[in-house]
C-alpha cells in the first residue's frame, strides 16, 4: 500500500530494461495527482512492494500520463498546464517538457510517414508529433544574433537580456555600405563609352540597394585588427529585439555590467567597456579603450546612450561597488562616479596581475585611498 499526497488522477506501469538488454527489467510506477505533481516508484518483481518513490511538480493542473513510443521504446507523456516526456536513455530516466501547446489527451501513432509519433488532443485541434532526439533538450529556442554574443547580463525586474556581441575581421553596417558605395562609385568611374556607362550604373545599383543574405553567403571577411560590436537588448520571451546599438568600427566591446550610481539610485545603468584597434597578437601593448555608459528605462524595455568616456588602456571588466563603477583596465583597478558628460574617475590602484575578465567584491572589502 503507498499512501499519496493528493488524489490520484491517472496511473501506468512502465517496463524498462537496460541498454544492451541484458540484465532483469525493471518495472516502474507512474501516478499523476490532481495536485499537479508526478510519482514515480519502483515496484518489486517478486513481492510486488513499492520503494524509491520520487516527486516531480509538472503544472497547476492535474496530471495526467499516457503510454507512447519513442525510439523504439516505451515511454511516458504527461499532461498538465505544461506538455512533459519520461524516457529511458542511457540508463537513466530523463523528464523533459515539451515546447509545445497543453495537450489534453495523447496515444502512440504509426504510419508510413511516421513510424513512431504521438497523436494529441489540444482544445478542438487534434495533433500529430514526433520526438526525433532523445537525450536533446526538447524546449529550446534559438534566436539569431548579428555577431558571437559575448557577455550578457539579466535586467533585475524584465525579461530581458542585455548582451555585448563581438567579432573580429568584421565589418560594421556603416562601413561595409560605405565600402558598397565606394566600389559601386569605381565601377561607375572606369566606365569608358555609353555602353559601359550603362552596365556599370546596373551593376552599381545593385551594389548599392541588393545585399546578400549572410546565412547564406557568409558575412563579409575584413582584414586582421578589424572588429565590429553591438550592444543589444533582447526580450528573452518573444525574441524581439527591443533596443540595438552598433559600435564604430575597431571598437571590440569586451564586457557589460549593471551600475546603480550613489548619485542616482532612481536609476539603473549598463556600462560597457572596450578595447580600441586591439591586434590580437599584441593583446598586452593595447593602450586605449573606451566605457558606454547606457540608461535603462525603469520597464526594462529600451536603453539610451548617455556618454562615451576614453580610457588610457583597454577595459576587460566592469563591476558595480558602492554605488561606482569599478573598472579593470590592464593591470589597474579605477573607480569612476557618474557625470554629465563623461563618468568621473576618482582613485586608481596598481596591481600586480592583468585583469582579464571579470572582478567580483564582498562586503568587507575596502578599496584604497
Known amino acids: 500500500m503507498q499512501a499519496l499526497p493528493s488524489q490520484p488522477e491517472s496511473l501506468l506501469l512502465l517496463e524498462t530494461t537496460s541498454e544492451d538488454g541484458k540484465g532483469s527489467s525493471t518495472i516502474h510506477l507512474n501516478i499523476g495527482l490532481q495536485n499537479g505533481c508526478l510519482l514515480r516508484t519502483t515496484v518489486d518483481n517478486v513481492t510486488g512492494d513499492m520503494m524509491d518513490t520520487r516527486t516531480r511538480y509538472l503544472g497547476t493542473r492535474p496530471v495526467r500520463v499516457f503510454r507512447v513510443r519513442s525510439q523504439n521504446k516505451d515511454a511516458v507523456l504527461c499532461t498538465s498546464s505544461r506538455s512533459w516526456l519520461l524516457y529511458h536513455y542511457q540508463n537513466r530516466f530523463h523528464l523533459t517538457p515539451l515546447s509545445y501547446v497543453t495537450l489534453e489527451s495523447a496515444s502512440s501513432f504509426s504510419s508510413e510517414q511516421c ?6 488532443i489540444a482544445e478542438n485541434t487534434l495533433r500529430i508529433m ?5 537525450g536533446a533538450s526538447f524546449n529550446h529556442i534559438t534566436y539569431p544574433l548579428k555577431f558571437t554574443p559575448r557577455r550578457m547580463i539579466v535586467h533585475p525586474l524584465a525579461t530581458s537580456l542585455m548582451m555585448i556581441e563581438t567579432d573580429h575581421a568584421a565589418y560594421t553596417t556603416i562601413t561595409l555600405d560605405k565600402k558598397r558605395n565606394d566600389m559601386a562609385d569605381d565601377i561607375v568611374r572606369l566606365a569608358t563609352d555609353m555602353e559601359e556607362v550603362e552596365l556599370a550604373k546596373e551593376i552599381a545599383d545593385v551594389l548599392r540597394n541588393n545585399r546578400p543574405d549572410e546565412t547564406v553567403y557568409g558575412a563579409a571577411k575584413a582584414a586582421p585588427g578589424k572588429w565590429a560590436s553591438v550592444v543589444r537588448l533582447l526580450n528573452v520571451k518573444s525574441g524581439e529585439v527591443l533596443s540595438l546599438f552598433e559600435l564604430p568600427q575597431d571598437e571590440a566591446a569586451k564586457c557589460i555590467a549593471l551600475v546603480q550610481f550613489a ?4 536609476t539603473l545603468m549598463a556600462l560597457v567597456g572596450c578595447t580600441i584597434s586591439q591586434k590580437l597578437s599584441q593583446v598586452a601593448k593595447s593602450t586605449r579603450g573606451c566605457i558606454y555608459t547606457f540608461l535603462l528605462t525603469a520597464a526594462g524595455d529600451r536603453f539610451e546612450l548617455i ?6 588602456y583597454p577595459v576587460n571588466a566592469i563591476h558595480d561597488f558602492r554605488g561606482s563603477a569599478l573598472v579593470g583596465m590592464s593591470n589597474h583597478l579605477r573607480l569612476y562616479e557618474f557625470g554629465k558628460k563623461k563618468l568621473l574617475a576618482k582613485c586608481e590602484n596598481k596591481v600586480s596581475v592583468l585583469i582579464r575578465h571579470q572582478l567580483f567584491s564582498c562586503c568587507s572589502c575596502h578599496f584604497p585611498p
Open 130 to 134: 514526433a520526438v526525433e532526439k532523445l
Open 115 to 120: 513510424l513512431e509519433g504521438i497523436v494529441a
Open 307 to 312: 556618454h562615451r568616456t576614453e580610457t588610457p
Open 263 to 266: 548619485s542616482h539610485q532612481d
